[in-house]
Each structure stands twice: as C-alpha cells, then as structure tokens.
C-alpha cells in the first residue's frame, strides 16, 4: 500500500488494460483498472482510497434503494499534444456536484480533496486515457446513500466514488426532436437543477414514448404552462435565431450545463450576439417556418453537440436547414475540441492538466 498525503492508494497487481482495444472503445461499457472511494460516516468523511474497480457489497436496507439519494458528475480528461492529459474545467463539476449534494441533503466534499481525487485517480490510470481525435477519459463520480435503515429520512452514511471510462466518438447523429407537452423533466421548486439520479429516472417513460413515435429525443418544455423551451434530452439546447446564438436561461429547472457555458462564452469570443432568455414553443415555431432559425442543438458533456434536424410541434413536424449547410455549430464545436484537447492557446484557462 503507498500513503499520498491525502488518500491510501492500492495499485492493482493485474491490469486489464492488454484486454482493451482502446482505439474503439463502446461508451460506458468499459472501465478503467482503478476507482476512488471516500465513505462518510459520524459526520465526517474517511480517508480516501484509490484500489481496482470491483463490485462491491452494500445492505439491501441501503437508503440509496429506498429513498433514492443518489448524485452524479459527468465530466472528461484529454489526451494533450505532447502526450500529457488535462481536464476541461473541472471545478464547475465538483461545484455542481456540491450543489445537487446540497439540495439532496447530501454532505459537502472538499473542493481541493476532490480535485485531488480527480488527479490522483487519472493519474494512476493515465494510460487509460485513449489519445484518438474524437476519444478521451470519460469520468463519474456520484455519492449515494449507504446507511441500512429502512425510514424516510436523509441517511447519515454515504459513499461517494469516481470511476472513469475510456471512449470513443459519441455520435448519435442528427436527431429528430419532439415537443413534449404533456410530462415534464423539472419543476420550478424541483430538483431539476441538480444531477440528481431520479431526475433521469422520471425521464425514461416520456423518452421511450418518444422513440415509439418516431422522435430520438425530447424538446422538454416548462412544467407550468409547458409555453417554454428548456432542455432537450439530458442536454441543454441552442438555437441560432437571426444569426444570434439563443439559449433558455437558467433557472432551477433547467440544468446549468459546463458545455452550455463554454459554448455561449466561446460564441461571445468570436464575436456573435449571445442571448440567454426565454424562447416558447410558438416562437420558436414561427422562426422554423419564416427561415429565420437556422441551426438548433443540443449541448452536454457526453455528445458535445447534437444537431437537431426536425422538430415536433404539437400541429407537426418541421425541418430545419439541411444540417450539412450549417457554419456556427461546426466552428463552436471545432474551437470547443481544440480547447479541450490542447490545439492553441487556452485564453479562458479551462485546461487543468494532470
Ligand atoms: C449533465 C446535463 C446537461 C449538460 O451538462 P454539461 O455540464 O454540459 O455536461 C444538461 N442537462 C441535463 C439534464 C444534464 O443532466
């Protein structure tokens, strides 16, 4: 066992990497040799430990099961030019993750003993991190709810962990997007704001309903009057409306995405008009109809950007411009991938590397 100063580490003695093709890896499906474990109990949070991925054991009387106090992050590391790795702004991960933990009454993390949870872990697995031009590190840490007591109450154990997956192009194509007026993902005095497991949960029916008429995705609207834009999908959503970027504006409904972020100040930087505000469903409608959107996509961590090809409305689908015609979302997406990856300068100081 070596000691860091802050967390036990137990290197693995067999290391799965030679059983991996890391040039094309399948999404999720693949884990790297090592996690990270921190347990909370009595009020405080254990030393932390670095060991193999493995199962693990946990009570059925687990409150996570019950209850379902559970949070996560999603977030990547890169392969660099020179070989080095870095993550893409890792600090707006972990803050959110204390946000969601705050609203779930969850216990608070340390931001410097996470960020060196991050790094420590990445480190050790750092030849995990596939260096093709569209594949990277993807990295989830989550907390759940651990104590064994059956009562609905806010569990006084947890254990939160980070695993991380080596991936490759998450390409999900052009999608066809449904207005979805009738279920929705978050309520204003909710929990949509924060990355909170059940929200994903709540939002399987209405997506797999989706599917069965045709749609990849849904264009979620506020639950109130359901007159708003607000996400599509698990992905935030732009729209390029008279040549300006457009995004609904945050709330405690809408999740306040690091990709949404990044984009909007990266448009701002070349010089386009950004406006964040509320956009309805018959605005939108009638930009699709008199020409004047021209571009709409989703925006998140996992697919980066999604172009949306056609919408739903109520009283039908519309098509947007052929997607191959488009100019803003390529050059976003192409100074996005080269801020992340290490092409050029860096002049939002978004990288931390390793
Ligand atoms: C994670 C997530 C996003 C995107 O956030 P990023 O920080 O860009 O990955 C958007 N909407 C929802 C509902 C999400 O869970």
């Not at 109450?153 to 192009?169: D, K, L, N």
């Not at 359901?226 to 040549?243: A, D, Q, R």
Request: glycine letters at 8%.
């Amino acid at each position: 066992m070596m000691t860091t100063t802050l967390f036990d580490i137990h290197p693995t003695t067999a290391s799965r990497i030679d059983s991996v093709d890391l040039s094309n890896p399948v999404f999720g499906s693949v884990f790297s040799d090592h996690q990270f474990r921190m347990d909370f109990e009595g009020g405080e949070w254990k030393t932390g430990v670095i060991e193999p991925y493995a199962d693990m054991s946990i009570s059925p009387a687990a409150m996570v099961f019950h209850y379902g106090q559970a949070i996560f992050e999603g977030m990547k590391a890169f392969r660099q030019p020179d070989g080095g790795v870095a993550l893409f702004r890792p600090i707006e991960n972990i803050r959110r993750f204390n946000k969601s933990a705050e609203r779930m009454c969850m216990p608070q993390i340390d931001e410097g003993v996470f960020l060196s949870a991050l790094l420590e872990l990445i480190r050790i697995d750092k030849h995990w991190v596939p260096d093709g031009d569209s594949s990277c590190l993807y990295i989830r840490p989550f907390m759940v709810a651990t104590e064994a007591h059956v009562g609905v109450r806010p569990s006084e154990q947890y254990r939160f962990m980070i695993m991380t997956c080596p991936v490759g192009a998450y390409y999900k194509g052009n999608v066809r997007v449904k207005v979805e007026t009738f279920f929705t993902r978050a309520a204003p005095g909710g929990t949509g704001y924060a990355k909170a497991a059940g929200n994903y949960a709540a939002s399987l029916k209405p997506a797999a309903m989706a599917r069965d008429q045709g749609y990849d995705q849904i264009l979620w609207t506020d639950a109130v009057e359901h007159k708003y834009i607000e996400e599509s999908g698990t992905m935030n959503v732009m729209f390029v409306l008279n040549g300006k970027v457009v995004s609904p504006s945050l709330g405690d409904t809408v999740l306040s995405g690091i990709t949404r972020d990044s984009v909007l100040k990266i448009a701002a930087s070349k010089g386009l008009d950004i406006e964040e505000r509320k956009i309805s469903v018959s605005e939108l409608k009638a930009a699709v109809e008199s020409g004047a959107l021209t571009e709409a996509f989703g925006v998140g961590t996992a697919a980066t950007m999604t172009p949306i090809e056609s919408i739903g409305f109520p009283e039908g689908d519309l098509s947007l411009p052929p997607v191959d015609t488009w100019e803003v979302m390529p050059m976003l997406a192409h100074r996005l991938d080269d801020l992340r990856r290490g092409k050029g300068d860096d002049p939002f100081g978004w990288r931390v590397l390793l």
